[in-house]
């Protein structure tokens, strides 16, 4: 949530901080603004709405598209900020970047401070004035009521009486070439360049620029000059740091020639799981997961329980996970969303393993969870696709979906990423635990292999079916998703994908307990998502669709090329590859992040940047 993006170098800020902050617009995009030292003031531009209403305040304004122009004993020095508004409604006063009375000192923050209220009422009593309605103001207000000509204590002492999670970077007028960052449970991240750095919520908000990345961790104070980069304990302690290189390249964050990125990522899903399965699955009697770091093969045999903590759509590959986990090695698995996980005193300790799945490896809940879970001696694998994520950095062990940066809010390639990671643990389970015979585990892993393929062709067949039953249903008010088994999962996050970007009411339901409620919803208009792939329960899903087709109901049905029974009962079938049914959900999501995706643009909405979304949510 919210984006942050700082430069100092000889570079012009403005269209550097410009050019990051669209690479972040997904984090945040009601308002947006850009603070750039211009001789010995702060210049801040800010403006409701996404970065165009910015682009255009700039320009209004008289800005060049670039920055002040570096002196030759001045470095460029400015911060930018994306929002996504916790406190305070979407205003120009309450976009950031904030400053304080004087005006020397400007911030940008992504999170909340707890303690706004206590530490605005003291701020005030001695004179501040305030000019925005969020928590985040407070900030430069702190730093500068303790800048008595030295940022960096002063960020520290600010810092020191903090409370909740938040990441923020300042800049005094007074310290050109300066930037101080310090983060608290919300990601910041440095871009080293050569004399000149980047400091930022995530990493495409520099890739252009470098990949060479250092991460900052939670209490950590971290002081940015144009030749190099120092980090600091809370205490003031020095402290050292690696540079990472990153291998994803600037290319993958555009979009390509496809019209949105969510379009794009839902082509690149067959590559997105070919990457994640590679060499884990060379062998054709087993799986290698030789970074699981220090969960091994003994914790993986002796092991009682697995609990998945998880949000949104990661949480329905937890789902897709416990089948295959239960299925193929008999590990009993229980699935959990992590944001009710953290509050309900869990029962949990040595001889668990609990996965955190997390795209971002950010999500506050997420974060949250793993840690009690590890507090309580249970051992934390992460599932994440960003490397070097908080999330990885706290578990035991990591198993990386390799699905490439995903820059569309509604997740597609790294929700299939993580249910080939659900599968290729499974079955390493399994193997670890003899619980499968050597013949299911060949045929098995020889089908998971298949799937990339199989993907690929349903992409290659085109859309023109998906695009016309989304053009005959886009005007609908609510639909109705259902399936049982692992397709109750692919309706749940079926659902989850036509809410998110078309914003029409949508409910997933286990097609076995539709008579137990749902079904009072159901007209002649509503329309049935049904995954009816071909399973062990397919007649009791048969069934069901009779139900709703009693009740005049549309029934459009995700089934197993090939059957034709299921036509007889249905208004639409989307066909998808025959494959073993415990693997199916990864092609019969496809279809429905179609529908939902057609289903959306012909309502004329931004599916990238859905209202009210955050890619990553790292408040709770
Ligand atoms: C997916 O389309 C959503 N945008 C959302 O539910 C997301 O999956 C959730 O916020 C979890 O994010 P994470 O995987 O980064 O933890």
């Not at 000059?225 to 809370?234: E, N």
């Not at 799937?451 to 085109?462: A, K, N, T």
Request: charged share 25%; with cysteine; net charge negative.
């Amino acid at each position: 949530m919210c984006g942050i993006v700082g430069y100092v170098g000889r570079q012009e800020a403005r269209a550097l901080l410009l050019a990051g902050l669209e690479k972040l617009e997904y984090r945040g995009y009601d308002s947006a603004g850009i603070s750039v030292l211009d001789g010995d003031r702060i210049d801040a531009v800010r403006a409701v709405g996404n970065l165009s209403a910015l682009r255009h305040a700039l320009n209004h304004n008289g800005h060049r598209a670039g920055g002040s122009g570096a002196a030759a004993d001045r470095p460029e020095t400015g911060i930018g900020h994306t929002r996504w508004a916790t406190h305070g409604r979407v205003t120009e006063c309450n976009a950031h970047p904030h400053f304080d009375t004087t005006d020397r000192v400007h911030i940008v923050v992504n999170g909340i401070v707890e303690n706004y209220l206590a530490l605005k009422e003291q701020l005030l009593a001695e004179g501040a004035v305030f000019t925005s309605e969020t928590d985040a103001e407070v900030i430069a207000h702190l730093v500068a009521r303790h800048n008595q000509g030295d940022l960096v204590a002063a960020v520290r002492r600010a810092y020191a009486e903090l409370r909740g999670h938040y990441a923020f970077v300042a800049m005094s007028a007074d310290s050109p070439g300066l930037l101080v960052g310090a983060r608290k449970d919300c990601p910041l991240i440095i871009g080293r360049g050569e004399r000149e750095q980047f400091i930022a919520s995530a990493i495409p908000a520099f890739l252009r620029e470098t990949r060479r990345v250092q991460y900052i961790d939670n209490d950590e104070i971290v002081v940015v000059r144009p030749d190099g980069v120092q980090f600091l304990t809370a205490g003031g302690e020095p402290l050292e740091r690696e540079v990472v290189e990153i291998d994803w390249d600037a290319e993958t964050a555009e979009k390509q020639g496809y019209e949105t990125f969510m379009l794009k990522e839902i082509y690149e899903q067959a590559d997105a799981v070919a990457e994640t399965i590679g060499e884990r699955a060379a062998r054709d009697d087993g799986i290698d997961l030789v970074d699981l770091g220090a969960i091994d093969d003994e914790l993986l045999a002796t092991l009682r329980r697995i609990v998945i903590v998880a949000c949104g759509t990661s949480y329905h590959a937890g789902l897709i996970g416990r089948y295959a986990i239960e299925e193929w090695s008999r590990v009993p698995v229980e699935v959990e969303v992590a944001s009710e996980y953290r509050y309900r005193n869990p029962v949990v300790g040595p001889g668990d393993l609990v996965i955190g799945i997390s795209q971002s490896g950010e999500t506050a809940d997420t974060l949250a969870a793993m840690r009690t879970a590890r507090e309580r001696g249970a051992k934390v694998l992460a599932v994440s696709n960003v490397v070097g994520s908080q999330a990885t950095r706290e578990a035991d062990g990591v198993l990386y979906t390799r699905a490439g940066l995903e820059i569309g809010v509604a997740a597609t390639k790294t929700f299939v990423a993580q249910v080939a990671v659900m599968y290729l643990l499974a079955l390493r389970l399994a193997e670890v635990r003899g619980a499968l015979d050597a013949r299911a585990m060949r045929t098995a892993i020889a089908e998971l292999k298949h799937l990339p393929h199989q993907i690929d062709l349903m992409l290659e067949r085109g859309t023109a079916e998906l695009e016309r039953i989304a053009g005959e249903n886009y005007d609908r008010d609510f639909y109705l998703y259902l399936g049982r088994h692992v397709g109750l999962p692919v309706a749940l996050e079926g659902a989850l994908k036509l809410k998110e970007i078309s914003y029409i009411a949508t409910d997933a339901y286990a097609a076995g307990e539709m008579k137990h409620g749902p079904i009072a919803l159901l007209d002649e208009s509503t329309p049935v998502v049904v995954v009816a792939t071909d399973s062990p329960v397919l007649e009791k899903v048969i069934s069901n669709i009779q139900e709703v087709k009693a009740r005049g109901a549309r029934v459009i049905a995700v089934a197993t090329e090939g059957n034709a029974e299921i036509a007889k009962h249905c208004d639409e079938v989307i066909a998808v590859p025959p494959t073993q049914w415990l693997l199916a959900p990864l092609l019969a999501v496809i279809p429905l992040q179609l529908l939902a995706y057609y289903v959306a643009r012909k309502r004329g909405l931004n599916v990238d940047q859905p209202r009210n979304l955050a890619k990553t949510v790292t408040v709770e």
